[in-house]
């Protein structure tokens, strides 16, 4: 798959680092990179720096918070935080910009601005997003959400959860085939915690390997998520090791790529994964 003319590996599983422009982000790291509505750029840049001198192969930039009941931002707001950024990004770091939206004004600039990718947790049901996206020619990772950010977890309900999942992917998949997108410039993406119980999002995390049936490329996120808490009883900044054996747990069902606000230490467990899993003479992980 290529991403600004990167070709990437993926049967080698990758690092996506998070950079969240949000007021209200549910973790940013402990970083926040807007202040009174203006965005702190070289802060952001610094971040950036860091996420991909520690491996990230790409860095996911949004504006938008999708936390459950997050307030609704313009079009024109989410404009200006993310569009200068990926401009500033893409100029002094040679780093897979993916932007992270729903919006097809958000995804057109942004491909002009040089992003790489289109990640959009809504899998391109905004009107004229799935065009938007056929025009840049980018890949997109589609993600499966129950709902909108504001009412998913009200009352998420499934009567067979990996089913409708897949279903819903297989779905989207074809709506952007159909229009004209490659399928092999797809991405695919469960979406744990959008609009899932925390019943189902562990029931989906055991059994991710139903999604490589697609025969395309899974993305997972689970960094510091409110199911981690749920497990281990931590706040989000003490979730690092919870995420991390989530994240392995993943790359053992062939998870190709990992979002995760942690880069170094998401990459020391890809180490781990990957040593264990080329010694194929003694060990068989069955991906
Ligand atoms: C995911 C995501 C978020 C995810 C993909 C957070 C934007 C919430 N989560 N995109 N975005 N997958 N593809 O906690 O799981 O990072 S926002």
Do not use: W
């Amino acid at each position: 798959m290529f991403f600004s003319d990167k070709n990437i590996n993926l049967e080698i599983p990758q690092v996506m680092g998070i950079l969240n422009v949000t007021h209200d982000s549910f973790s940013d790291g402990g970083e926040i990179f807007l202040e009174s509505g203006k965005l702190l750029i070289d802060k952001a840049l610094k971040r950036t720096e860091l996420m991909h001198q520690s491996g990230a192969t790409f860095i996911d930039v949004g504006g938008e918070s999708t936390r459950p009941g997050a307030i609704k931002i313009s079009t024109e707001e989410e404009m200006n935080r993310v569009i200068p950024l990926v401009e500033k990004i893409r100029k002094n770091i040679d780093v897979i910009v993916s932007i992270d939206t729903s919006s097809p004004e958000v995804m057109l600039e942004g491909a002009k601005v040089g992003a790489g990718l289109i990640n959009d947790v809504r899998a391109l049901q905004r009107p004229g997003a799935i065009e938007a996206v056929r025009k840049t020619q980018l890949p997109v990772c589609l993600m499966h959400m129950q709902g909108e950010p504001a009412t998913m977890q009200v009352a998420p309900n499934y009567s067979s959860l990996i089913n409708e999942i897949l279903q819903f992917l297989e779905k989207r998949i074809s709506a952007c085939t159909k229009a004209g997108i490659d399928r092999d410039q797809i991405i695919i993406d469960p979406g744990f915690g959008f609009g899932k119980t925390h019943e189902d999002n562990i029931e989906l995390l055991g059994r991710l390997a139903a999604f490589k049936t697609l025969k395309l490329p899974l993305l997972i996120g689970l960094s510091r998520k409110s199911m981690l808490g749920l497990i281990t009883g931590k706040s989000t900044e003490r979730r690092l090791a919870a995420g991390i054996s989530a994240a392995v747990i993943g790359l053992m069902q062939g998870v190709n790529i990992v979002r995760t606000h942690d880069v170094a230490e998401t990459i020391d467990a890809l180490k781990v994964y990957l040593a264990v899993k080329n010694n194929e003479l003694k060990f068989d992980l069955s991906t």
